[in-house]
Antibody
Framework: EVQVLESGGGLAQPGGSLRLSCAASGFTFSSYAMSWVRQAPGKGLEWVSAISDSGDRTYFADSVKGRFTISRDNSKNTLYLQMHSLRVEDTAVYYCAKFYGRAVAGIDYWGQGTLVTVSS | QTVVTQEPSFSVSPGGTVTLTCGLS?????????PSWYQQTPGQAPRTLIY???TRSSGVPDRFSGSILGNKAALTITGAQADDESDYYC??????????FGGGTKLTVL
C-alpha cells in the first residue's frame, strides 16, 4: 500500500526556519517525482514545490522561491522541505504528494498533512 | 501569472449528472497540462479522483470521469450521491515544472 507520512510541522516565528519530512513506503520511491502542496486555513490548495525522481531538478512556486528548498534522500525513501524566512502567510497544512510517474505532473497519492503555524 | 479557473459552486440533484470545468486564464487546456482532479471534505486530506486527464485513481468509482471539453478540462460525475458533496480541485501543469491549482468548486447535492 502506498503511504506518505509527513512530519516536522509546528510553530515557528516570522523569519524563522522549519524542515518538513515525508517518509514514503509501498512504492519504489526513487522512480517517482514528488511534490509539496499547502492549504492555508479556510483556503484552497496551493502547489508549492516539486522534485524529479533523481532529485536533480527542483521547481518552486513564486510565493516560496528563494526561501524554500526541496530535496530527497532516495536511500531513505524520504522527501524534505526546508523552509527559511518564514512569513505569517506560510501558515498552512503542508501535504506531501506523489506523482504518478517521473514527470512532475499528476498527483496520485497524498499524505495526511502537517500543520505549520507562523506566528509571534 | 497563470490563473486556473473553476466554478466557485455547483449544485446537482441526487442521481443527476454534473460536469465541473477547469480552464486557463489565457490559452486552452490540453492533455499536455496533465489535468488532474481531487476531492476534499472539510478537515480531510485531498483524495485523487483523476490524473493525466482521464486516468481514474485506484478505488475511484467509474461514475467519475475526466475529459477535455472544448478548451477546458472537465470532471463529470454521473449518478451523484449525497457523499459526493465536497470541494473539488483541479490542477494543471503549466510548463517549466510548475503546476497551478484552481480555486476549487464547492459541490452541493440536493
Amino acid at each position: 500500500e502506498v503511504q506518505v507520512l509527513e512530519s516536522g510541522g509546528g510553530l515557528a516565528q516570522p523569519g524563522g526556519s522549519l524542515r518538513l519530512s515525508c517518509a514514503a513506503s509501498g512504492f519504489t520511491f526513487s522512480s517517482y517525482a514528488m511534490s509539496w502542496v499547502r492549504q492555508a486555513p479556510g483556503k484552497g490548495l496551493e502547489w508549492v514545490s516539486a522534485i524529479s525522481d533523481s532529485g536533480d531538478r527542483t521547481y518552486f512556486a513564486d510565493s516560496v522561491k528563494g526561501r524554500f528548498t526541496i530535496s530527497r534522500d532516495n536511500s531513505k525513501n524520504t522527501l524534505y522541505l526546508q523552509m527559511h524566512s518564514l512569513r505569517v502567510e506560510d501558515t498552512a497544512v503542508y501535504y506531501c504528494a506523489k506523482f504518478y510517474g517521473r514527470a512532475v505532473a499528476g498527483i496520485d497519492y497524498w499524505g495526511q498533512g502537517t500543520l505549520v503555524t507562523v506566528s509571534s | 501569472q497563470t490563473v486556473v479557473t473553476q466554478e466557485p459552486s455547483f449544485s446537482v440533484s441526487p442521481g443527476g449528472t454534473v460536469t465541473l470545468t477547469c480552464g486557463l486564464s489565457s490559452g486552452s487546456v490540453s492533455t499536455s497540462c496533465y489535468p488532474s482532479w481531487y476531492q476534499q471534505t472539510p478537515g480531510q486530506a485531498p483524495r485523487t479522483l483523476i490524473y493525466s486527464t482521464n486516468t481514474r485513481s485506484s478505488g475511484v468509482p467509474d461514475r467519475f470521469s475526466g475529459s477535455i471539453l472544448g478548451n477546458k478540462a472537465a470532471l463529470t460525475i454521473t449518478g451523484a450521491q449525497a457523499d459526493d458533496e465536497s470541494d473539488y480541485y483541479c490542477v494543471l501543469y503549466v510548463g517549466s515544472g510548475i503546476s497551478v491549482f484552481g480555486g476549487g468548486t464547492k459541490l452541493t447535492v440536493l
